[in-house]
């Protein structure tokens, strides 16, 4: 069980592996007003950037499960740099079948909802968790600009324009699964470049220590053709944030 490894190659350098960025991760740390000892679950964690750094910056308390076992790896290595390895704990396992033992105040899925088949199953896999009137945090793509025909979706890495919701349409859904939305943190297109202009130098640079490796040809066509498509689509139509829900 883990990730493909052209994952954890193009994502080699990444704390975050989404476009949000620290400063965004930090101001939404800060908007939540997180009490110390607040018990999170965190599906689908990462590298375990939210966290160790809410766990050092707020006081909280909280497990994280993820697929990969190079990034549980380094989720557990940042625990210890930031000395929160007492407070955060990381498993590698299946996130989409993960139900904390008890209840906790906060339960996240920052980025990866396929994990419960999509919003409705994620919200649903969340809440089996979460204690009465706990928050939850669903991060989730949308169209920041409609595309004009599939082929541009599909540019986007979505199956179709059906796979996401314009902004107020995703808000809606949220509402119509039973959730209050109580705050929220958008990507801009500046976060969009540093996570995606990332990847690309981490492709360069492991083509440059791999010439030989069997992933070789497939990392050079993706660094080829990766930047292009990006500038052409994601960056033009697709936005991303993360939204704190509460059940009503």
Same mark, same amino acid.
């Given at each position: ?36 000892? /607040? ?6 964690? &990462?590298?375990? *950037? +939210? #966290?160790?750094?809410?766990? %050092?910056?707020? =006081? ?52 990866? /909802? ?6 409705? &199953?994620?919200? *649903? +896999? #969340?809440?089996?968790?979460? %204690?009465?009137? =706990? ?65 690309? #130098? ?47």
């Amino acid at each position: 069980m883990d990730l493909p490894r052209i994952f954890t190659i193009r994502e080699s350098s990444h704390r975050i592996h989404n476009p949000l960025t620290e400063a965004k991760l930090a101001a939404l740390g800060e908007a939540l007003r997180l009490a110390p000892g /607040t018990r999170a679950l965190d599906l689908a964690s &990462g590298s375990g *950037e +939210l #966290l160790c750094t809410w766990a %050092r910056e707020h =006081g909280i308390t909280g497990t994280g499960v993820d697929i990969s076992t190079a990034f549980t790896e380094r989720a557990r290595a940042r625990a210890a740099e930031l000395g929160v390895a007492g407070q955060v704990g990381f498993v590698h396992g299946d996130a989409g079948g993960h139900v904390a033992d008890q209840p906790v105040d906060l339960a996240a899925c920052v980025g990866a /909802t396929w994990i419960g088949g999509g919003v409705a &199953g994620t919200t *649903e +896999l #969340l809440g089996r968790s979460l %204690r009465p009137g =706990g928050l939850m945090l669903i991060g989730e793509p949308y169209w920041r600009r409609t595309p004009p025909d599939e082929e541009t979706a599909k540019g986007c890495h979505a199956g179709g324009i059906a796979d996401f919701l314009p902004l107020p349409d995703l808000i809606g859904r949220f509402q119509d699964l039973g959730y209050d939305v109580v705050e929220m943190m958008l990507a801009d297109q500046d976060s969009w470049d540093r996570y995606a202009a990332a990847q690309w #130098l981490n492709l360069r640079r492991w083509l440059d220590l791999n010439p030989d490796d069997e992933l070789a040809p497939a990392v050079r066509e993706e660094l080829i053709e990766e930047p292009a498509r990006y500038a052409r689509c994601t960056r033009e139509h697709l936005g991303w944030g993360v939204f704190a829900l509460m059940r009503r």
